[in-house]
Each structure stands twice: as C-alpha cells, then as structure tokens.
C-alpha cells in the first residue's frame, strides 16, 4: 500500500493503490507514520511523496466510513492517525516535496500541505470536498490551507467542494510550481546538491516565519556556526575552480 524507493539521495514515498486511486484506509496512514520513521533514519537528503497509477491520493478510503457510524471514538482515532502521520511528515528535518499527478482530493490534498514544495503535473486537479459529504477538515488542516492560500481561497475551495486546475491552484499559492513529473527532476536534484545542514537550517527558519517567531536563539546559533564552518570554505573553493 505504501512503498518506499531510494534513488541515490532521493527517497520516494509513494502510495501504491491505483485502483482506488491511491485512498488511504486507517491503517494506510499508519503506514505512512512507519515509513517516515525509517526515512528519518537515513542519510536521506530530499524526500518526494507521489502516487501511483496517473492518481496523487483521492482522500480518506470512503469504504472505512461504515464503522464511524455511531462509533466517535472510530472516528477520533481516524483523525488521530492522520495527525500522526502528517505531524512526522512535517518533522522531518529533509526538504519534502509533494509530486502531484492526477487527482488529489480530501485528505489527499492535507497529505500535499504537510510537505515543503508541491509541484503539479498540468493534468493534476484539486479538490478538499468534505462538505459534499457532510463532514469537517481537521483544523491542522484548515491552518496550513488558509496559510497558504489565504481566507478567502480557503473559504472558496471548502465551502464549494469544487475542483481546480493545476493552473489555478498556482494561482492561488496552493502549489508552486506547475512542471510535469518527467522534467522536475532538474529542481531536486538543485535541492540535493545544496548542504543538508543549511537546508535544515533553512527549513526550520521558514517553519518558525510560518509560526511568527521573528527571532530564535538557536536559529542565530545555527547561522554562527555553519559561517564558521568547514563546509562554507570548501564549497567556496570548489565554486573559484568552476
């Protein structure tokens, strides 16, 4: 259901149910949660989420929602995997890239925020379609939504439940780069050839902006010490004899 590839420093986490269009069941986002684990161990520099099949993720596995009925302690524990798994994908201190193709709805789209960088194939399409089904989105969710996105586009896209282009979900800062999948590779491997320590210090930087900190001690500690590091000299010696 979740496979896990290495290709050199690049590790693909990639659901694996093209027949359901990559819909996670509860024990899919377990998976996730495992599998992050494992990529944490690594020596990993830059990890990509995809789907299989011409599918990103449909959402939340529609065939699990039988035994939420009067069940609301099934349901907190569906909502508690989710967070699990997308709380561990946000922790990862590696750069993560959602590489979108096809459909990515409900859940699906959660999945892609939770990453650092979304890009888009052009025939990928978007929808957060919880109200069709008369349900809620979890308020992690919703938060990373309206910060990307904004209120407005936020309203917009959980109010209608309709879909959107690649295209317009650019336009809108819910992804960033429309390429597809066949000719991105230029743009992580850019992230992989730049130094894992200053990508984790970056990333860390731009959760804390994200979260309004201003200034952070150990931000400045992180700074300190890469400036006076032996990493900066060499790669100033290697760009003089370009």
Partial sequence: MIRLGCEGKVVRLTLDRPAARNAIPGEGWDQIADRLTDVARTDARLLVVAGSGGAFCSGVDLSDFAGFRDNPEASA??????????????GLEIPTVAMIEGPCYGAGVALAMACDLRIAAPEARFAITPAKLGLSYPQEDVHRLVRLVGAGQAARLLFTAGIVDAMEARRIGLVEIVEPAATAKPILQAMVDNSAESLAALKRSIRLTAEGVRSDADQDRRFDAL?????????LEALRRQ
Avoid: K, M
Wanted: aromatic share 0%; no cysteine.
């Fill in 77 to 90: 524990r569906l909502r508690e995997r989710i967070r699990i798994a997308l709380d561990r994908l946000r």
């Fill in 227 to 235: 400036l006076a590091g032996a990493e900066v000299a060499e790669r």
